[in-house]
């Protein structure tokens, strides 16, 4: 029951950093869609998860065809507020790919139209533009794992790092 977090091209190395953070603390795997808005040992990159990026595993498609041709066949869940589903209609069962646009301007128009099926939104007023990704990226991962009862994970300790951790 793997789970993949792919961001597409993404812009800002601070929402990277905390998704990679939540990536680690859950263990789901990172996909990073280049070109990327910043380098890998970028410094604000690494104090957004500085002591986690061991933890975390990561993996870099050099554009979004190689990541399809890799992966297209796997079951995709494409958020974005271009949807008419929600997130909570996802199929989580089983290994799933959850895939997250760039802060700019989200997923390529292009891939959503040969997608539409697999397209889910995050329900928010219509005024918001959107949710900060990290943000984004958070609400669905914990869903997807809430719907799994958190297997895997533990249920009791853990919680909130002082932040100087």
Same mark, same amino acid.
């Given at each position: 029951?793997?789970?993949?977090?792919?961001?597409?091209?993404?812009?800002?190395?601070?929402?990277? $950093?905390?998704?990679?953070?939540?990536?680690?603390?859950?263990?789901?795997? !990172?996909?990073?869609?280049?070109?990327?808005?910043?380098?890998?040992?970028?410094?604000?990159?690494?104090?957004?998860?500085?002591?986690?990026?061991?933890?975390?595993?990561?993996?870099?498609?050099?554009? !979004?065809?190689?990541?399809?041709?890799?992966?297209?066949?796997?079951?995709?869940?494409?958020?974005?507020?271009?949807?008419?589903?929600?997130?909570?209609?996802?199929?989580?069962?089983?290994?799933?790919?959850?895939?997250? $646009?760039?802060?700019?301007?989200?997923?390529?128009?292009?891939?959503?139209?040969?997608?539409?099926?697999?397209?889910?939104?995050?329900?928010?007023?219509?005024?918001?533009?959107?949710?900060?990704?990290?943000?984004?990226?958070?609400?669905?991962?914990?869903?997807?794992?809430?719907?799994?009862?958190?297997?895997?994970?533990?249920?009791?300790? $853990? $919680?909130?790092?002082?932040?100087?951790?």
């Amino acid at each position: 029951m793997k789970l993949h977090v792919v961001l597409f091209e993404p812009r800002i190395p601070q929402n990277t $950093g905390n998704i990679a953070r939540t990536c680690a603390a859950v263990g789901a795997v !990172l996909h990073l869609i280049k070109p990327l808005g910043f380098f890998m040992d970028d410094r604000s990159l690494k104090r957004a998860g500085l002591d986690y990026w061991k933890d975390v595993e990561i993996v870099t498609h050099s554009h !979004l065809k190689e990541f399809m041709s890799l992966h297209g066949s796997q079951k995709m869940c494409f958020v974005t507020k271009n949807a008419e589903r929600t997130y909570e209609e996802m199929d989580v069962s089983g290994e799933v790919f959850l895939v997250f $646009g760039k802060e700019t301007w989200g997923l390529p128009p292009a891939l959503l139209a040969n997608n539409q099926e697999r397209c889910f939104r995050i329900p928010m007023r219509e005024e918001a533009r959107s949710l900060n990704l990290s943000s984004a990226a958070a609400v669905v991962i914990y869903d997807v794992l809430r719907r799994r009862r958190f297997s895997g994970l533990s249920l009791s300790g $853990g $919680g909130v790092l002082p932040i100087n951790s």
